[in-house]
């Protein structure tokens, strides 16, 4: 099973910019989504962005205009450049692969998890 690592996560003030990574551990589906999820305590996890093989790429409202997801081929790994960051974007962030498009960011439909990162946003 293909393993993913995340890291870049921390913490800043309202107005300021982090960048998460993620590295897979090998290569995996000939087509693919990865993506990038969020979740609170209590809450359930959600879509943040995501990007096909292709270069197609979906992200969430609340993030559309801040965020950029992109991907390194070579190095395997997924990025994700999150700017003008509110406190309400504070939550566990997880790296996701699977098979196939993007699935509008199901994570039901996602089989592949890191372990998470935290990114912490004051006010």
């Known amino acids: 099973q293909v393993q993913l690592v995340e890291s870049g996560g921390g913490s800043v003030h309202t107005g300021g910019s982090l960048r998460l990574s993620c590295t897979a551990s090998e290569d995996y589906y000939p087509y693919y989504c990865m993506g990038w999820f969020r979740q609170d305590p209590g809450n359930e996890r959600e879509g943040v962005a995501g990007?096909?093989?292709?270069?197609?790429?979906v992200y969430a409202d609340s993030v559309k205009g801040r965020f950029t997801i992109s991907r390194d081929h070579a190095k395997n790994t997924l990025h994700l450049e999150m700017n003008s960051l509110k406190p309400e974007d504070t939550s566990m962030y997880y790296c996701?692969?699977?098979?196939?498009?993007?699935?509008?960011?199901?994570?039901?439909?996602?089989?592949?998890w890191g372990q998470g990162t935290q990114v912490t946003v004051s006010s």
């Open positions: 990007i096909e093989s292709d270069g197609i790429q």
């Open positions: 996701a692969l699977k098979g196939g498009g993007c699935d509008s960011l199901d994570t039901k439909r996602f089989p592949n």
